[in-house]
């Protein structure tokens, strides 16, 4: 059964007698709150008072030794969510001594992962912010293998998408209500707490309207990686050379329908010469859509969560994003900064609904589903006049909400219009060319030589060798940048150039220093180090 442990026999006597005589151990990495993972030996955890618990002895450590900073706001998030208020790690502090007066700990043998979820009923969320960071989490650290058990503390049930997280590992994920039947206290032999933000590319809007996170650090290869490992735990098979173009219209069957979607169906087959498919969450597996879409030219659906299924696209295909009236496609961009990862070889279109004839609202609807009728009557006139949703913070605001879950009847002919502006002629996965992008490194042996010609003019002749790394590499472009900096100067010349050496005559004074700064280029935007700077003397 699920809230079983593991097989692993422990000595229960050895095992109270190290935590007593040892305590808690605890070493993080990360400077902040906000980046910090921690790794435990012995951490508790009360099912009753539902906190963490450490236990000081002789042997315990702690770092970092945050004092009450610890409180500032927290040790660490325990979501993928940045700073989160509602998402906070701490854990009380006992004397190991205390334990003679509690009750008996049960030890959980497995190595634990313990995290937040953030929203698991939204798939988008359950990718961005749960997955594919406990994924990356889980290689971040080499104990947290496919023994290791996910135990999740936001304290929400299982939810509709249980069985993506039981795929990453080998043990049934916990959920916090379930620690209560292990015991009143637990104690994780060895555990790791907090998730890897290294993957998010999406900010929310909790602080400033939503956008793409500010430093994004994942690229496609790194988000194939990931689909590969799900797509094989879920037994769908990448067919390499699958005879038939297709187009997958992903629709919602609840809210912020496409009215017209069987007339859309039609016209997208007839205009791109291609059988087309639905899919919805409702009607197909998991595994299904993942395997029709994994193979699919094109991805056409409403803004929603459903779309970071394009996870799953094959390279070269096309996401086209519709957006119902009112809501600017710019200022909602998961799917598209998504789309546009670089490496994610995908081409992502928006469409947005311009005709107020073309959408059904529901003011009536409750107001998380986008009603206004508990809004003054003023307000809701001034929603229903607007003509576009003006940015604001997530999550609940009302005139954003009202837009979101319209409906829309889709103008096909602007539709297509704006699909083939990108896709000139068939849409669809491009041959399989590897566009993965290697960087130069340093130029080396960089030499300079001066000569003057009377008092007023004077030249620089610069000469280096190739980047080490060119020699086993096939670059279509190779060319220099050299920066020519007087010294003492702010400002420099700067210069592209096709070979390994130079004679700079131009504003080259007599009896002056300059620095010169070398790099190499690959490929126009492949920008090399540069090298340590060369000091020049005319
Ligand atoms: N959802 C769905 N069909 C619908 C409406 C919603 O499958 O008709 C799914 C949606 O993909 C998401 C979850 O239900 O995973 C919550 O949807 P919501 O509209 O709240 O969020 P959004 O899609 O706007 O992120």
């Known amino acids: 059964q699920s809230q079983e442990l593991s097989q692993v026999q422990i000595d229960y006597h050895a095992a109270l007698q190290t935590l007593l005589e040892d305590g808690t151990r605890m070493v993080c990495t990360g400077r902040m709150h906000t980046d910090r993972i921690c790794r435990f030996e012995s951490l508790c955890y009360s099912t009753e008072a539902e906190e963490f618990i450490y236990f000081h002895s002789n042997s315990s450590v702690m770092l970092p030794n945050l004092g009450s900073r610890r409180f500032q706001p927290a040790l660490l998030d325990l979501s993928s969510v940045e700073d989160h208020n509602t998402q906070y790690f701490n854990f009380v502090e006992l004397p190991a001594a205390a334990l003679k007066f509690m009750p008996k700990p049960v030890f959980v043998p497995d190595v ?18 749960d997955l594919l960071p406990i994924y990356y989490t889980m290689q971040q650290f080499t104990d947290l293998d496919p023994e290791a058990r996910l135990f999740f503390m936001e304290g929400w049930s299982e939810g509709v998408h249980f069985d993506l997280y039981k795929l990453l590992s080998n043990k049934q994920p916990l959920l916090r209500e379930q620690l209560k039947t292990l015991g009143r206290l637990l104690c994780f032999t060895k555990s790791y707490v907090g998730l890897s933000k290294i993957t998010t590319w999406y900010q929310y809007g909790f602080v400033q309207p939503q956008g793409p996170k500010a430093n994004i650090l994942v690229s496609g290869n790194e988000i194939r990686q990931f689909t590969k490992f799900m797509m094989q735990k879920l037994n769908v098979s990448l067919e390499e050379s699958s005879s038939e173009e297709y187009i997958v219209v992903f629709s919602r069957t609840i809210n912020r329908l496409i009215l017209n979607e069987a007339e859309l169906i039609l016209a997208l087959a007839q205009e791109f010469q291609m059988k087309t498919i639905t899919v919805s969450l409702e009607e197909h597996s998991f595994s299904d859509i993942v395997r029709l879409i994994s193979n699919a030219s094109m991805l056409v659906s409403m803004h929603g969560a459903q779309l970071v299924m394009s996870l799953f696209l094959p390279r070269g295909a096309t996401v086209v994003e519709l957006f119902p009236y009112a809501i600017n496609p710019e200022h909602y961009t998961p799917y598209k900064t998504l789309a546009t990862l670089p490496g994610m070889d995908l081409q992502y279109i928006a469409w947005q609904n311009t005709a107020r004839e073309d959408t059904v609202t529901y003011p009536d609807r409750p107001w998380d589903q986008g009603g206004i009728a508990h809004l003054d009557k003023a307000e809701q006139e001034r929603i229903i006049k607007s003509t576009e949703v003006p940015r604001h913070l997530c999550c609940r605001n009302p005139e954003w909400l009202f837009r979101a879950y319209q409906d829309t009847k889709v103008d096909i002919p602007s539709l297509i219009h704006v699909i083939r502006q990108t896709v000139k002629s068939k849409p669809g996965p491009k041959k399989q060319k590897w566009s993965g992008s290697l960087y130069p ?86 920008l090399g180090p540069f090298a340590d700077v060369l000091l020049c003397s005319t």
């Open 112 to 129: 634990a992962l313990i995290a937040n979820r953030f929203n698991p009923d939204n798939l988008m969320h359950v990718f961005h912010d």
């Open 441 to 526: 490194g340093k130029v080396r042996d960089a030499k300079c030589q001066a000569s003057v010609q009377g008092t007023s003019e004077a030249k620089l002749s610069v000469s280096w060798q190739i980047p080490w790394n060119l020699k086993y590499l096939k670059v279509r472009e190779v060319k220099y940048e050299v920066w020519i900096q007087e010294q003492g100067e702010n400002t420099y010349m700067p210069y592209i150039l096709s070979h390994q050496n130079h004679t700079f005559s131009e504003n080259i004074k007599p009896f002056t220093i300059y620095l010169v700064w070398i790099r190499c280029i690959f490929n126009k935007n492949l």
